[in-house]
């Protein structure tokens, strides 16, 4: 049994994402972005009130890029093992979702899901997206020559495409003609469209785009 503990539009779309393109059977138990996970049930999984939370194997991967290394080594896709040639890349871009997700998160914060309008930092608003755009440009020269971030599609890209998903909220990509058209590429795959918010679902973002707050 596999089963995802998500919600939407949260760094665990990465891992729904993920399962889509394995062409696993699994089960998705979906949360609103509340104290839903907090209940003592869902703390028994995950004892951070966090998601993702993966089961699998009988065990609980607690942290996306795990998860999605994890899969890709359980299932001999969408990854790289120790001694391919770009097998340090590989996980070196895998991570990098990280260092995107963390400024989407500090802009989510500020402007959905914490701050109260008058509490809201007007500096974070703008620094935020700043700090975004430079993992853009770092984005647009890995791309250069390239479709995807290895050069064929792997799970680094789905990581990196959740991120840029959340980012793209605040900190616009179409001035980079590269990673526009990367993110374009990865948004058309029919696994990306399944891990998308169905009807009815709750979302994470009731905007397309959070701008900059004055101040």
Do not use: C
Not at 4 to 21: D, F, N
Not at 48 to 62: K, M, N, T, W, Y
Not at 182 to 188: A, C, I, K
Request: net charge neutral.
């Amino acid at each position: 049994m596999i089963r995802l503990h998500h919600v939407p539009e949260s760094r665990s779309m990465r891992v729904l994402w993920m399962l889509h393109e394995s062409g696993l059977e699994f089960e998705v138990k979906t949360y609103p972005f509340d104290k839903s996970l907090r209940d003592p049930a869902y703390l028994a999984v995950h004892p951070a009130g966090r998601v993702p939370a993966l089961e699998i194997d009988g065990i609980v991967l607690f942290e996306s890029g795990a998860a999605l290394e994890y899969l890709a080594a359980r299932h001999g896709r969408l990854g790289r093992v120790q001694g391919d040639a770009d097998f340090a890349e590989w996980l070196n871009w895998l991570h990098f979702a990280e260092t995107i997700s963390q400024h989407a998160a500090a802009l989510t914060q500020q402007h959905v899901v914490i701050y109260p309008a008058e509490k809201r930092s007007a500096l974070i608003t703008k620094l935020e997206p700043m700090r975004l755009a430079k993992t853009y440009q770092a984005l647009e020269q890995r791309l250069t020559g390239r479709e995807y971030l290895l050069g064929d599609f792997s799970a680094a890209d789905i990581g990196v495409g959740q991120a840029l998903y959340m980012a793209k909220h605040f900190a616009v990509l179409a001035p980079f003609k590269r990673l526009n058209g990367y993110f374009l590429r990865l948004s058309e795959r029919a696994a990306f469209q399944k891990s998308l918010p169905h009807d009815g679902q709750s979302r994470l973002y009731d905007a397309e785009f959070y701008e900059a707050l004055d101040g």
